[in-house]
């Protein structure tokens, strides 16, 4: 069966700092994997999406980049974090069925 | 661009009453996701529907497609407060690209 890890859990950065979020499933080859972002008590916002390796299709033009160095991982980047990159990060893989990972809790200070 | 627009955006509601919930768009769908996050996790696939006029059930929830693939609606019988979290419904389009809307907020009462 399907596994999406994510890593770390929750995190706390100051603004202005670096970031990498990882994501890595198993139990499946070649999936389309996404990246959205949910802010607190909203819907969910697809940031990024991967149909392979080095294959990236950006959603919303913003301070953060992904990529996909293997099939199953999938990272999501950041140089200098904003304020306003404060969310809830789901990782997600699939197609019209989206089968999600446990999520990272970000929180820039 | 089509927007997905659900309602109401909060509900409060005491164990054992029914309640329905929306999803509805501007356009055709070509096919509809429901999906139900509890807090802190990621959400959780409940049902897909395809067909206009299509009506799908999972125990106590029905799920309903309107016959011109624009709108649909969730309906919980006699809930529970394990039925409480967010509802959220999806749409794919452009083969891969997702679009959810914001979601509805359940928040059943014991």
């Known amino acids: 069966s399907q596994t999406i890890h994510q890593w770390p859990a929750t995190l706390v950065q100051p603004v202005g700092s670096p970031l990498s979020l990882e994501c890595t499933v198993e139990?499946?080859?070649?999936?389309?994997l996404y990246w959205y972002r949910q802010a607190a008590g909203r819907g969910l916002q697809l940031l990024f999406y991967?149909?392979?390796?080095?294959?990236i299709s950006s959603e919303v033009p913003q301070n953060l980049s992904a990529s996909r160095p293997q099939d199953r991982q999938f990272i999501l980047s950041s140089k200098k974090l904003l304020l306003s990159d404060s969310g809830f990060y789901l990782c997600?893989?699939?197609?019209?069925?989206?089968?999600f990972g446990p999520g990272t809790r970000l929180t820039v200070l | 661009t089509q927007l997905l627009e659900q309602s109401p955006q909060f509900l409060s509601i005491q164990e054992g009453e029914n309640l329905t919930v929306y999803c509805n768009s501007s356009?055709?769908?070509?096919?509809l996701q429901w999906y139900r996050q509890e807090p802190g996790e990621g959400p959780v696939l409940l049902v897909t529907?395809?067909?206009?006029?299509e009506v799908k059930k999972l125990k106590r929830l029905t799920f309903q497609f309107g016959d011109a693939r624009k709108d649909s609606s969730l309906h919980i019988t006699a809930a529970q407060p394990g039925d409480t979290g967010l509802y959220l419904c999806?749409?794919?389009?452009?083969?891969?690209?997702?679009?959810f809307g914001a979601g509805t907020r359940l928040t059943v009462k014991p």
């Open positions: 139990g499946t080859s070649n999936p389309n």
């Open positions: 356009s055709v769908f070509s096919s």
């Open positions: 999806a749409e794919a389009y452009n083969n891969n690209d997702m679009r």
């Open positions: 529907v395809v067909t206009g006029g």
């Open positions: 991967s149909v392979g390796i080095g294959q």
């Open positions: 997600a893989l699939g197609g019209k069925e989206q089968f």
